[in-house]
């Protein structure tokens, strides 16, 4: 019997609540053909978490499977998760776990070890069509390197816009309102709703709060279009507002 794991290194489920494992055990016989209508069981053993606080444990979606016709028991095996309070003492940003997996079929074993990681790492995912071949036959495999982790995932960012809509940005052809506008814009569209904040302090005689911290970005363009050049250029003031503003609607 053969058993092998598709990745063996995941994402943790307070990363990726869907992150999940295809084990496949495969029965051959002596000649090295697949067997089908064989019962293979599945256990979980030697859970080690390094002392990291892990709120779920792993576990396997089913104990047990039948071979197919090509000679393949497969089940489904999902990581633990770790604490994502950051408040906790015993949080970490660099949480790793790790068990064994058995497969057991007609008392032959077989083991093999699974991770899981709530940081940035490299796992290889392969898959080969079809599944059984025979000598000079073409079978397509497909390896994929990904790389994964809480750490990739990133934080909430908060973002002051701080725009001049002095009479000088009438000038020039297109106008440097202009070009400052699609600017603003092609970066709020690099920005994430879901996560991030934008808000815009605008400066011309005076400068003030023109859109408080929001995630409707939608709002956010339309105030970069209604700006309009005037006045001179209250360049300290606008930067000591954008501050108090961020301080003001800071992200607890």
Not at 80 to 108: H, I, K, L, Q, Y
Not at 147 to 169: C, E, F, N, T
Request: charged content about 20%.
């Amino acid at each position: 019997m053969l058993l092998s794991a598709n990745p063996q290194s995941m994402p943790s489920r307070d990363v990726n609540p869907s992150s999940v494992s295809t084990l496949r055990a495969k029965v051959i016989d002596e000649k090295g053909n697949p067997v089908g209508g064989e019962d293979v069981t599945f256990s979980i053993r030697n859970t080690d978490t390094g002392g990291f606080v892990q709120v779920s444990d792993p576990y396997l979606a089913e104990t047990s499977a039948e071979t197919d016709g090509d000679g393949h028991a497969t089940v489904r095996f999902y990581p633990g998760a770790f604490t994502t309070d950051r408040e906790d003492p015993e949080w970490s940003g660099s949480a790793r776990g790790g068990c064994d997996v058995v497969a057991t079929w007609n008392g032959t074993t077989r083991t093999i070890p699974l991770t899981w990681e709530n940081y940035p790492y490299l796992s290889v995912e392969a898959e080969a069509v079809p599944g059984t071949v025979n000598v000079t036959d073409t079978v397509d495999v497909t390896v994929r390197l990904r790389g994964d982790g809480w750490a990739l995932q990133p934080d909430p960012i908060d973002v002051i816009l701080v725009m001049d809509r002095s009479g000088s940005m009438a000038d020039d052809n297109p106008s440097r309102i202009s070009s400052a506008k699609t600017a603003a814009k092609t970066f709020v569209a690099e920005m994430s709703p879901a996560r991030d904040r934008i808000g815009l302090v605008q400066y011309g005689n005076d400068a003030s709060c023109a859109l408080h911290l929001t995630h409707d970005y939608s709002s956010v363009n339309t105030t970069i279009n209604a700006l309009t050049p005037s006045g001179w250029t209250a360049t300290r003031k606008a930067l000591y507002t954008s501050i108090q503003e961020m301080i003001a609607h800071s992200n607890p």
